[in-house]
């Protein structure tokens, strides 16, 4: 599909369709390649899987950790009350980080965290038909009383407070 899109521009630049100076014309191809740079490195992400021993020593080393934490805070705190809680919030806070690496491992999938590529890829869709919509092809024009309000407004602006500026009179 890139490629498609780079052709079409190329031959609508030979028709005049894209008749505007050479360097907007090359940040368009240049924007078109860093979005194809930012698929493939978001494809590698969703592709290449995190390293099967390195999650397996983490998951040890988590209930190694679970294991021993409530053993030396007993030793380190007299209250067996605070030996819990402080155990349980170590304990827990590491498990919740081990998990949420886990969810963060893949967010092509389709877990309720993940992103939701279809419905990215249907809004693009719907932008880039938007394009060939009659509509958006007129270019706007801003008319002198437009104009002349604006500048107006930005002299009332001006003359305002900054409390005024804030509040909005209707």
């Known amino acids: 599909v890139f490629q498609w899109i780079q052709q079409l521009m190329v ?17 368009s191809f240049q924007e078109l390649a860093t979005g194809m740079v930012h698929f493939h490195d978001a494809l590698k992400i969703s592709i290449i899987s995190f390293p099967f021993p390195y999650a397996q020593t983490c998951d040890c080393l988590l209930l190694l950790h679970s294991l021993g934490t409530p053993i030396i805070m007993c030793q380190w705190v007299a209250s067996p009350w605070w030996a819990f809680i402080l155990s349980f919030m170590q304990v827990f806070v590491l498990w919740c980080l081990n998990y949420i690496s886990i969810e963060l491992q893949n ?18 869709n719907k932008q880039l038909v938007l394009l060939l919509n009659s509509g958006t092809k007129r270019t706007p024009i801003v008319s002198r009383s437009v104009l002349y309000k604006e500048i107006v407004l930005d002299v009332d602006r001006s003359r305002q407070t900054p409390g005024e500026r804030g509040r909005r009179s209707f």
């Open 11 to 27: 031959e609508e630049i030979n028709t005049g369709v894209l008749s505007i100076p050479a360097p907007l014309l090359s940040r």
């Open 107 to 124: 967010p092509f999938g389709s877990d309720a965290n993940d992103l939701d590529a279809v419905f990215m890829q249907s809004e693009m």
